[in-house]
């Protein structure tokens, strides 16, 4: 009895150690995906309109006088309760402050006269008006890098204004510089959502890169933080002989293999740099539960969220302004701004009024529901499949996760720059911008080297 338990448990033993390690490393093949889907009202039409058009952002007189309406007649806010900061969500004092400043200092016409410094267009993608910024190095000696960048909930292109000209401009040292297309992706901003269920992070990522096709781009950069980070990673998968690079500022590898190295990582934390960023899991999941109401929300019911939101600019600001201040510092939940003067009031301003002015937080918000809930099987497949297009991760201190490189790896095989820092948050380019920029002057030099090296 005793060789036969003996003999069990070796066999356990030896399935466990060959065939789980062989399971979670396999590689699913590549989904079929449909690189024309309409995303449009109705049937495809047959003569698609593929002109690209000049546009210009206006806040007009009468969007800002309802908007301001609203906020003179809003019923008031509770107040915090005795001895709470932020640590309830927005502190309704501070709020107050800003929705005053909103209304009666924050000049609309001079915020959309800095936002049209920078050349707007709309084109029709896939039955959908997609609005972007394109920016043209002036040079004559240096190479015209293009990099396509995107963003994430609940921001649009603006959040790229500060460091466009920091990475158009020449610098020391580099032989080239960046010819910048800076998206709104569907539903958000200045783009047109779509009516019909589907359209996740996988379905965006077709979207973009046929946007760049229309541009004139057959090969570019990516740099993408959160969502937009998300559609970057399915871009340099489903199209790795396109994308020259992948620059992220939110890194993430969501492979099986990844997790169970989270788990067995948590006994050996000390193997690895910066393991206090993930360890101990308790505290990092007591965080992600405290800071994730909102995505659990958006992941399962975001229109019923968003009738609130909708209909009311100070509602809007309290739940922007709460999530903009914790992704800029977590750790400042005992102050009554929550981290959101890490960023320029008006630049926050910016991302609300566009989000107002346009009526996209539904649409905006539906990302969640799309890209997380699993209905959809592509984004799951796409997850699994690692990429051979070099990436260049940086981590800023208060990002909402942290993976290691030897986790990052599961995805992004070809790492060839991995940053670290001690400061700055999530939303890198406009509270870090010279950090941010830098970054990706020096990450394209590891993606130009790696080509060098690998040329076939």
Known sequence: MFKLLSGIIAAVAIVTGVFIPIYLQRVPDMPNLDHQRWWGVGKKTEDEDTSIRPFKIEFDDAMIEDLRRRLRNKRPLTMPLQGIQSQYGINTIYLEKKLKYWMEEYDFKKRAELLNAYPHFKTKIQGLDIHFIRVKPHV???????????????????????????????????DFVFEVVAVDLPGFGFSEGTTKPGLNPAQMAIMMRNLMRRIGF???????????????????????????????????????????????????????KHAERIYPLRRSISVLVRESGYFHIQATKPDTIGVALTDSPAGLAGYLMEKLGMCSNRNQLDTPHSGLDNLDIDDVLDIITIVWANNCIVTASRIYAEGVTGIWPEVKILHNIPTPVPTAAINFLHEVTYQPDWMLKDKYPNLVRSTTLDFGGHFAALQTPEVFANDIFDATVAFIDFHKRNVK
Do not use: C
Request: glycine content about 8%; aromatic content about 14%; charged content about 15%.
């Open 218 to 272: 057959s090969k570019f950069y990516i740099q993408a933080g959160d969502w937009g980070s998300q559609v970057g990673s399915h871009m340099a998968t489903i199209f790795p002989d396109e994308i020259l690079g992948f620059h992220t500022n939110m890194p993430t590898s969501s492979r099986p293999l990844t997790y169970v190295k989270i788990l067995v990582g948590s006994w050996f934390p000390f193997m690895f």
């Open 140 to 174: 004559t000696d240096k190479k015209a890098l293009p990099l396509l960048m995107m963003h994430g909930w609940p921001s649009s292109s603006k959040e790229f204004d500060k460091v466009i000209p920091l990475l158009t401009t020449p610098r020391k040292g580099y």
